[in-house]
């Protein structure tokens, strides 16, 4: 069974506090992502990273960052939390066929559980 | 630019009776099709996913979707429902030359007894 953990299931910071998520997947996947969900809003890209230290912005990178220096573990950083960051965070991991420059497609992704942040 | 559009936002239906949740994607020459489904405070589960071959996908749970090409459709179906199939389900794409999948908005399906 492929597992995907998250580090904490809720979570409550104060504004201005420095936030880490952690995501550990044990299936060797090459991708993993970082999506926020929303009420109305669905899934939205933060980041992901398709290779160790490799990173890309998705659709709403600004506020956070993130670092990948094992191929299991992918973690979401808040640089400084502020109250429109209070979301589920969903973490996710996934294969890739085809080579690197072209041709390749994204199979199925596995998530977490989510982390629920609340910032105060 | 590539889209995913779920029709409906919400979707009552009673115990026992068939539903359908409608998904449709922007054009593209080959594509990955999936359905996620996500219970109260819990992740992401795949429901069922379409890579190539035939067009009727069966999935978990009794559900099955049809992949349309001529219409960029991937419908989700179930012939009848229960329950514990109250949750919001998600229709996601790949398309070749990239690593991301695009998420629809969800449909949050209500079985009502």
């Known amino acids: 069974d492929v597992k995907v953990t998250q580090s904490s299931r809720y979570l409550v910071k104060r504004t201005g506090e420095k936030v880490f998520l952690e995501c550990v997947q044990d299936m060797d996947h090459e991708n993993m992502f970082w999506y926020r969900q929303d009420p109305g809003l669905g899934l939205r890209l933060i980041y992901f990273?398709?290779?160790?230290?490799?990173?890309e912005k998705g659709d709403i990178p600004e506020g956070y960052s993130v670092s990948r220096e094992k191929k299991e573990r992918f973690s979401l950083i808040l640089e400084s939390a502020s109250t429109n960051q209070t979301s589920m965070y969903l973490c996710?991991?996934?294969?890739?066929?085809?080579?690197?420059?072209?041709?390749?497609?994204?199979?199925?992704?596995?998530f977490g559980p989510g982390t629920r942040l609340t910032v105060t | 630019a590539q889209s995913v559009t779920q029709l409906d936002s919400q979707v009552p239906v009673f115990e026992e009776a068939p539903v359908e949740l409608r998904c449709n994607y922007s054009?593209?020459?080959?594509?990955?099709l999936f359905w996620y489904v996500q219970y109260p405070n819990q992740g992401l589960q795949l429901l069922l996913k379409?890579?190539?071959?035939?067009?009727l996908v069966k999935g978990i749970n009794g559900f099955e979707a049809e992949f349309n090409k001529s219409q960029t459709s991937f419908h989700l179906r179930k012939p009848s429902v229960h329950i514990s199939d109250t949750a919001e389900y998600f229709c996601a794409v790949s398309y070749t030359g990239g690593f991301k999948t695009i998420f629809g908005a969800g449909t949050r399906l209500f079985v009502k007894a």
């Open positions: 990273s398709y290779d160790v230290k490799m990173k």
């Open positions: 054009s593209s020459v080959s594509v990955y």
């Open positions: 996710a991991s996934s294969q890739t066929t085809g080579g690197r420059t072209s041709g390749q497609r994204a199979h199925e992704q596995y």
């Open positions: 379409y890579l190539s071959g035939s067009t």
